[in-house]
Nanobody, 117 residues
Framework: QVQLVESGGGLVQPGGSLRLSCAASVSILSFSTMGWYRQPPGKERELVARFISGGMTNYADSVKGRFTISRDNAKKTVYLQMNSLKPEDTAVYYC???????????WGQGTQVTVSS
């Protein structure tokens, strides 16, 4: 059973930083893609940043230069370092992974990030 567990969300002032973690119950090398999505209040879920095949990364234009995705294969964890946070970054952040083994997509339960003064 694949499980993804996010942590690290919270309330932060504009300009502040947070680091999100997504811990997997299986080796993250079994995923062809793995990364972060977010759903702002009243809006659709959108890609934030992810690893794709070959270790390449995708970032949403709105977070380029401010957010950095990284991973620790030994800890089975993917991180999202978020700097220079803006109120429009407020959302529930979800971890998503696509399994090479069975072709399934897996989602975490989400973690709330609120950027407000």
């Amino acid at each position: 059973q694949v499980q993804l567990v996010e942590s690290g969300g919270g309330l932060v002032q504009p300009g502040g930083s947070l680091r999100l973690s997504c811990a997997a119950s299986v080796s993250i090398l079994s995923f062809s893609t793995m990364g972060w999505y977010r759903q702002p209040p009243g809006k659709e879920r959108e890609l934030v940043a992810r690893f794709i095949s070959g270790g390449m990364t995708n970032y949403a234009d709105s977070v380029k230069g401010r957010f950095t995705i990284s991973r620790d294969n030994a800890k089975k964890t993917v991180y999202l370092q978020m700097n220079s946070l803006k109120p429009e970054d407020t959302a529930v952040y979800y971890c998503k992974a696509h399994s090479i083994l069975n072709g399934n997509d897996y989602w975490g339960q989400g973690t709330q990030v609120t950027v407000s003064s």
